[in-house]
């Protein structure tokens, strides 16, 4: 008994010690990439087995959090910090965008077979509830043809925090002081008026149950579930509809303005086929690491995903970044010291 | 039953002693270190915000002004409808149950009725999103706005979500445990309280109302304590129907708020310390809410079942 049992301790202690070889790279995300991180990392670990990316897809407020306390090696969010957080951090975070995704209006309007196209004013106005009914003549000024019903808009928004949310508000207070001063910016917000879906999944639910109701999902999600979405009126006065060509579009308009830091906002960005309800989404990376080892790792990773990883987003309905943000970044990787 | 009470007559037993009493204290403390972190780490907005936290009605993430009232309303609101609904239906099944069913009918009844208490919460709010919001919204609120209309509890536009939803689903989910914990104690009645009456003369309804249900009251109190509890603490089901929107507002058919549900809702996303914290004080009302709604039904039930074994 007693040799079976030494036997299967030395093997649990040869076992454990052919675990503890790759090294470990711990993580807290945001919850909207993590389908192409998840990839990212399946991928990387295949050309680089002795490492290890551990990481948990726990919302931009527990990435932000956790990165600043130092209790993972790396963050992710969906809105970059701001400067208070920056401040509070234990340690310097640098930013980099990553892929890129879009927020879409969908509606439920058994009337109308067309698709609609939307104004800025018109979603500030449905969201802020002075538009309240389908046959505004706003909403009709920039839909000739269509059939719009006399009937109440229901509002559907999310009620859960989230970065789809944050990239929604962003949009309508960048187009309509009304809504930046009564309501403002944020992964949650106090909204004007509607009804809290929990998730794309709730709110797509609600409006594809709803007539007459309007939402906004993630491009992705509308995608797959094939919901109908309207053409958003950008800068330059086009309609655009979302795509991964449009998305890549705007952060391509955008990034002429691009801060050293990449903390931006891209919605509303200049450019003809710019589509205007887009964000980046960022890992937050600290400036020092201690460990070389990790530093290395980590440095290696980026560099990686910015050349092989952006080919492999597309076919996951992500937005790769255009070539101009890759050679910012690729400068950028130099500020982390280890 | 007497060596057991007096301790340090054998090692054995005085292990048994201290091994059983630690898990009771255990217990204890588990819930002592629970109110004690809740507190502690809802510092910031109990600073800030003090006992007017409580009645505030703004909840407003952007600006960080907080208060918690709508979601106190939602949770009593929706837990008392439910209640409303379940209570009766409960009761009656378990009358049925005990009193009528026979026995080949009245124990697989049972059993399935329990199982309905398994089922994931997540589960019930998926049925209510695909089957009872539309019916909600185009059978029951206007035949409910078209007969009871009058009543400002019944008017406003057919959402389908909203409070009544709310209250049906969580009523749904409390039915199992009055019935099964009712049935218990329905059967635990004496019969010769049963045998009594009715060689009095007495119809089987009026043997339920005169000697039954006097004689099980307080564990009846006790089983719709607990569901209530329940109610109170639901959070899954009840965030999908009840349209998340933190408001007070009178009539049913308006959508709500519960203090679960914004608590699971905004919490992965809340990136500054008060937002956090703020979340955390609701954590501890709603705890507060439930303990109290905990410890009445447990006195109730200890009271019932000390009676009977006496009386037996």
Redesign the interface.
Known sequence: MKTILAAVFVMLALLGSAWAEPMLINGAEATFPYPVYSKWFDEYAKINPDLHFNYQSIGSGGGIRQASEQTVDFGATDGPMNDEQMAKAKVKLLHFPTVLGAVVPTYNLPEVQTELNFTPQVLAGIFLGTITKWNDPEIAKANPGAKLPDKLIIVVHRSDGSGTTYVWVDYLSKVGPEWKEKVGVGTSVNWPTGLGGKGNEGVAGLVKQTPYAIGYVELIYAEQNKMPSGAVRNSDGKFVKASIAAVTAAAAGASKAMPADFRVSITNAPGEKAYPIASFTWLLIPEKIADPKKGKAITGFLKWMLKEGQGLAPALLYAPLPKEIVAMEEKAIGQIKY | MVLFRRPGVSPADRLFRATVFTMAVSVLVITGVIAYELVRNSRLPIEKFGWAFLWGT??????ERFGALPFLYGTLVSSALALLIAVPVGLGVAIFLSELAPRWLSDPAAFMVELLAAIPSVIYGLIG??VL??WV?NVLEPALSGTLGFLPLFRG?P???GMLTAGLVLATMVVPFIVSVSREILMAVPHSQREAILSLGATRWEMVRVAVLPYARSGIMGSVFLALARALGETMAV??VI???PEIRLSLFE?G?TMA?VI?????????DLY?QTLIEIGLVLFAVTILVNAVARLLIYSVFTKVEVRE
């Open positions: 703004t909840w407003d993430p952007v600006a999103i695909f919001v539309p919204r536009a959402y389908g979500v965030t999908m349209g998340n929107r959508p708020y549900a699971a809702n905004e919490f992965t996303e809340a990136t500054s956090v």
